[in-house]
Nanobody, 124 residues
């Protein structure tokens, strides 16, 4: 099992940027893909971005392509999500997740461990 702790959330104006970080401990971090998901009030949790075990492959939800960037540092057991040009509708709790596999998947069922989440609020 891996423990995941997110940080970097907060309040930002529309058009602004935030950088989320996720620190992992436990099982070998570098063997598994990682993902970021988000859940807005009253909505289902949705895939935002994912990165393969090596960082060579990334995947994004269509709604964030060109604005968000996921990265990882296996030497520090961290994964980050740079979010630019944020929109009010992207207000949500953002979760870091560790996959069961080394390749990226947008399906939440592919992820075994989840962090507690960090709140991102984008004001108009």
């Amino acid at each position: 099992q891996v423990q995941l702790v997110e940080s970097g959330g907060g309040l930002v104006q529309a058009g602004g940027s935030l950088r989320l970080s996720c620190a992992a401990s436990g099982r070998t971090f570098g063997n598994y893909a990682m993902g970021w998901f988000r859940q807005a009030p009253g909505k289902d949790r949705e895939f935002v971005a994912g990165i393969s075990w090596s960082g060579a492959t990334t995947s994004y939800a269509d709604s964030v392509k060109g604005r968000f960037a996921i990265s990882r540092d296996n030497s520090k057991n961290t994964v980050s999500l740079q979010m630019n040009s944020l929109k009010p509708e992207e207000t949500a709790i953002y979760y870091c997740a560790s996959s069961r596999r080394s390749v990226v998947s947008p399906a939440s069922a592919a992820y075994r461990d989840w962090g507690q989440g960090t709140q991102v609020t984008v004001s108009k």
